[in-house]
């Protein structure tokens, strides 16, 4: 099993915008579809989104629609969610997560997550 992991959460004010990155230990995303999830205190482990292997399909969660974006580097080597006009409930840890299932929608159709990386958004 791929490990991954993640980077650049931390605190941030509402308004703000943070970029996460996942790398994965001894390979690419290049062939494996792949997003992010994301965990608030209290809550079900949730999509944030995804993009599918090829580049040409990609999903989002409604309430983050418009305002984060997932995209790899050209070599495919690191996956990166940037969030913009974060809300207080973008509060939790976000999940890297790789080798999922097409279309994906619940953690079953992940088969690797990272360690998890923890974003507050506070006024």
């Known amino acids: 099993q791929v490990q991954l992991v993640e980077s650049g959460g931390g605190y941030v004010h509402t308004g703000g915008s943070l970029r996460l990155s996942c790398t994965a230990s001894?390979?690419?995303?290049?062939?494996?579809?792949s997003g992010w999830f994301r965990q608030a205190p209290g809550k079900d482990r949730e999509l944030v989104g995804a993009?599918?292997?090829?580049?040409?399909?990609?999903s989002y969660a409604d309430s983050v629609k418009g305002r984060f974006s997932i995209s790899t580097d050209s070599a495919k080597t690191t996956l990166y969610l940037q969030m913009n006009s974060l809300k207080s409930e973008d509060t939790a840890v976000y999940y890297c997560a790789t080798d999922l299932l097409w279309p994906v929608r619940s953690v079953g159709d992940v088969g690797s997550w990272g360690q998890g990386t923890q974003v507050t958004v506070s006024s």
């Open positions: 993009i599918h292997w090829t580049g040409i399909s990609d």
């Open positions: 001894g390979r690419t995303f290049r062939q494996s579809n």
